[in-house]
């Protein structure tokens, strides 16, 4: 029963995550007798004392027949149907069939075979659409008492020998609001990088002002990715507020958060490579070596544009294949930015040590380092997440990964920026000693 019956889970939880859930917002689900007969989806348990998560199965008014809809946390799936003794099936409703192989009784026609032995969070529910009085739309609501993973199956069942057959539609309803469960860390998430943005900017123009007369170019290019960031982040939080309050994707919104992110990635690898190349410090001017990374920051923000809008729709939308058609691109650019500014910087140490200019040696040397951490993050994280789409036809994946695919998919990228970023506004940050970063002076001048 158990292989069984995990092939037919594992289509179950597969289906959900591959196919498109939606119907006129994130999460709800539409069910067919004909093409479909289940959804799931990660749900958070209700607040203590109230009913404010659940799940309603709303049956639509021209089902006929009887249907049997059953309701489960994944982990309790091992308590939905019973195994038929002959051929090692897995049987979930009791029929005639059923009744001869003795796994139910005839009061259990026609309902759910589920095991009511033991606790656990398995539901069933009965709609009988024969009966005059009973026709009409029906509803069966399911209370979630604890996080967790669900999953609602539908089965017709023929009385008299007619014909059985439903529609209707699944609604997962969290205690916030109408965002999936594996969407919603998004919006505190967004928050709280919107504050430490804000913070960041407030500390930066503070220090400008205090010293004005001694900023350089360099540091007018972070006063402006700061502002980007500043406003990005806000996009980002609205985005997914308005989205957790009207239980629709504003297409407005996605598209100026995608220009956004992929606008402050490509400008921030722009920065920081010219930077590195001593643009300012060593060099008066890039020459045609300008036009290189202005066409590479081209593509980065077109693969960014996309990835962006990616991430920014329902986790649920997406799957193992489009992941890797939108990361791979991505990641080769951003490996492209770092291997040519890690390239860069090397260079520009050994200019500096030629020159023993100390200061911006050592200035230079902590960038580097930074870099070299950032990289290697970077790598770990995109051999873990191959590693773990490529896993995503299990039959645990979703059900074990719901809470963590937005971080895998989006969350780790914005904590890695984050951190790199941080770091170079404390080294490039205003000072009174700002001069002696320019490139007409130095701690011995220039030779």
Not at 107 to 131: K, W
Not at 353 to 378: D, G, P
Request: with cysteine; proline share 2%; aromatic share 12%.
């Amino acid at each position: 029963m158990a292989s069984s019956r995990g092939k037919l889970l594992s289509i179950l939880l597969t289906l959900s995550l591959l196919l498109n859930l939606t119907c006129t917002d994130a999460f709800r689900a539409i069910i067919d007798s004909d093409l479909r007969k289940f959804g799931c989806a990660g749900m958070y348990g209700s607040s203590p004392g109230t009913n404010d998560s659940e799940i309603r199965v709303v049956m639509d008014k021209s089902s006929k027949g009887n249907a049997v809809v059953v309701i489960f946390e994944w982990n309790d799936n091992k308590y939905v149907g019973k195994t038929d003794p002959e051929d090692g099936k897995p049987i979930y409703i009791c029929d005639t069939d059923a009744l001869k192989a003795g796994l139910c009784n005839e009061g259990e026609l026609g309902h759910a075979l589920i095991d009511t032995s033991v606790e656990s969070t398995v539901r069933s529910a009965t709609f009988n659409f024969t009966e005059e009085e009973q026709k009409g739309i029906q509803y069966y609501q399911y209370h979630i008492e604890k996080t967790g993973y669900y999953c609602v199956m539908a089965w017709p069942v023929q009385v008299n020998q007619e014909d059985a057959y439903f529609q209707g539609v699944l609604d997962f309803k969290n205690k916030y609001g109408t965002l999936a469960g594996s969407d919603f860390p998004k919006l505190p998430f967004y928050g709280v990088l919107s504050l430490i943005y804000m913070t960041i900017g407030i500390s930066w123009m503070v220090l400008c002002a205090k010293h004005w007369r001694e900023i350089l170019m360099v540091q007018h290019f972070i006063s402006g990715v700061i502002f980007f960031l500043m406003v990005e982040m806000a996009f980002n939080w609205g985005y997914w507020d308005d989205y957790n309050k009207t239980g629709q994707s504003s297409m407005a919104l996605l598209v100026i958060v995608s220009i956004l992110n992929s606008g402050r990635n490509s400008i921030s690898l722009f920065m920081l490579l010219i930077v590195s190349m001593g643009y300012g410090v060593v060099k008066p001017t890039l020459g045609s070596t300008m036009k290189k990374v202005i066409i590479l920051s081209s593509a980065h923000f077109l693969f960014g544009i996309i990835y962006s809008a990616g991430t920014m729709s329902p986790v649920d939308d997406i799957s193992a294949m489009i992941v890797l058609m939108v990361v791979v691109p991505l990641a080769l650019t951003m490996t492209s930015f770092y291997i040519w500014t890690l390239q860069s910087l090397t260079s520009t140490i050994a200019t500096l040590n030629l020159r023993r200019q100390t200061e911006k040696v050592k200035m230079y040397t902590r960038l580097w380092r930074l870099l070299v951490f950032s990289l290697t993050v970077l790598c770990a994280f995109f051999v873990i997440n191959t590693l773990n789409f490529m896993n995503a036809d299990s039959d645990d994946w979703p059900a074990t990964h719901w809470r963590i695919q937005w971080f895998l998919l989006d969350g780790w990228l914005n904590v890695l920026y984050l951190i790199v970023f941080t770091v170079i506004v404390i080294l490039w940050r205003p000072t009174e000693n700002n001069k002696i970063r320019d490139r007409s002076t130095g701690d011995r001048g220039f030779r």
